[in-house]
């Protein structure tokens, strides 16, 4: 397995690739600025430089890459169609680069409540819509699929237990990213994960459950 993450330098990207890191996961980072990658990313994976809105550079850098992890998300900006260009061009490209490529499996950081239109964070140039559109253009693909929906992010890690459901079945909670990039990484390694939407949060309250167990408990 060689994983090629896209959003890498990302709060949640980064979690991402040190869970992979790890779990001794070959790991491929796509990065737009190398200098500010190389101060945030672990020693020893490979960083490459492209641009999800440039398919022409995802085709070289994803190379022989099996599997895609995708934790790209557009930042609080007063460009109108930077969710549009982000959530859901960008996701759109990688997608369809890795169907090129033959990936085994695209996991994809998505949000809780993108099927509600009417929730705050749409007030951000609709961007729960984008990704939203971004899910079903991914679940129509014919990729093996996770998308991973989480709650509220926290950079910081709690010994809250993960939560997890299907789709639309959460609505409000918070999780710690580190528990996301454990999520999406165990998702290349549970078959049961394949080809679902889960949503995740973290409850102090929760019985703990071993991830492969949460995925197994999700239709």
Not at 38 to 63: C, F, H, T, Y
Not at 197 to 210: C, L, M, N, R, T
């Amino acid at each position: 397995m060689k994983a090629f993450v896209a959003g890498a330098t990302g709060q949640t990207g980064r979690r991402i690739v040190q869970e992979l890191v790890q779990r001794q996961i070959p790991v491929r980072a796509l990065v737009r600025d190398l200098e500010k990658a190389q101060q945030i990313l672990p020693e020893g994976i490979e960083l490459v430089v492209g641009d999800v809105l440039k398919p022409d550079s995802l085709r070289e850098v994803m190379a022989d890459s099996t599997v895609v992890l995708s934790a790209t998300g557009a930042a609080p900006s007063f460009d109108p169609t930077g969710p549009y260009k982000v959530d859901y061009l960008g996701t759109k490209n990688l997608i369809d680069v890795a169907k090129e490529k033959n990936i085994e499996q695209f996991v994809m950081v998505s949000s809780l409540c993108v099927s509600r239109f009417f929730h705050p964070l749409n007030l951000f140039w609709l961007i729960l819509v984008w990704k939203k559109q971004a899910e079903e253009y991914l679940q129509k693909s014919g990729l093996a699929y996770t998308i991973v929906r989480p709650g509220g992010l926290k950079n910081e890690d709690n010994t809250d237990a993960i939560v997890m459901q299907g789709a639309d079945r959460l609505f409000d909670g918070s999780i710690p990213r580190t528990k996301v990039a454990q999520v999406c990484v165990e998702s290349l390694l549970q078959s049961q994960a394949k080809n679902k939407i889960v949503e995740v949060v973290a409850k102090p309250d929760a019985p703990s459950q071993p991830l492969d167990a949460l995925f197994t408990s999700v239709a």
